[in-house]
């Protein structure tokens, strides 16, 4: 699951990347208002942690850009401020929860994991596909009633499979997802060739098949 931090204050915005990252998210980050605009709106993110008050602009213009362009992200508003129009305001752009400043780590990931949940499957804690079952939340699959053990590449790429099921997904918009938008500096995409093949192969006794689109992605299908 990839998380776009926007945050001025240099030791908050480490602090929530060390956190998130050793939670096992993919962590992209943005300090001001040009940049921060221009990442939301060209790549796609599972969740937004976003400052109001940022150099250059405000966060709640970002939303509203955003909003104007059809675009969703999960959006958490991070600000010091606790003022009842901000949030009314900030809710009213389309963003899904509001955290004041200070706040506890543990209650920001129970933030992020709400709105992921919320997100998955149309807020479905778990999602069946046949005998195959993915518990969101806990990262778990079970085939058959029987764990099975992913890594979290494999993880990753089967619940936005999954998630996107009938659907084509393009092996682009895989490796963003899952790898981070640095990925745009790969070569090739090879490494997600390699992954979704391991991938196949554990779940060799599932009833869902992952097919190959050649040249193009992948698709889910039951």
């Known amino acids: 699951m990839k998380i776009l931090i926007i945050e001025d204050e240099y030791a908050l915005l480490k602090t929530m990347e060390e956190f998130l990252l050793a939670e096992k998210y993919v962590v992209e980050k943005a300090a001001d208002y040009h940049s921060a605009l221009g990442k939301a709106m060209i790549y796609n993110y599972d969740c937004i942690l976003l400052d109001i008050s940022l150099p250059g602009g405000s966060g709640l213009k970002i939303l509203d850009e955003m909003k104007k362009e059809g675009k969703s992200g999960n959006i958490i508003i991070i600000s010091a401020k606790n003022s009842l129009e ?43 596909l046949g005998n195959l079952s993915i518990d969101f939340a806990q990262r778990q699959i079970l085939v058959a009633n029987k764990p099975l053990k992913l890594n979290r590449k494999e993880f990753d790429i089967l619940a936005f499979l999954a998630t996107n099921k009938n659907h084509l997904v393009t092996k682009e918009a895989l490796a963003e997802h899952v790898w981070g938008d640095n990925i745009d500096m790969a070569d090739n995409f090879d490494f997600v060739y390699w992954q979704v093949k391991n991938l196949r192969k554990k779940l060799k006794d599932a009833e869902i098949t992952i097919e190959n689109i050649y040249g193009t992605g992948y698709r889910l299908t039951i």
Do not use: C, M
Not at 86 to 111: Q, V
């Open 86 to 128: 901000d949030k009314i305001l900030g809710l009213d752009l389309g963003a899904d929860d509001y955290l004041t400043k200070p706040f506890h780590l543990s209650e920001l990931n129970a933030r992020i994991k709400a709105v992921l949940r919320r997100k998955q499957s149309d807020g479905k804690l778990a999602l069946q």
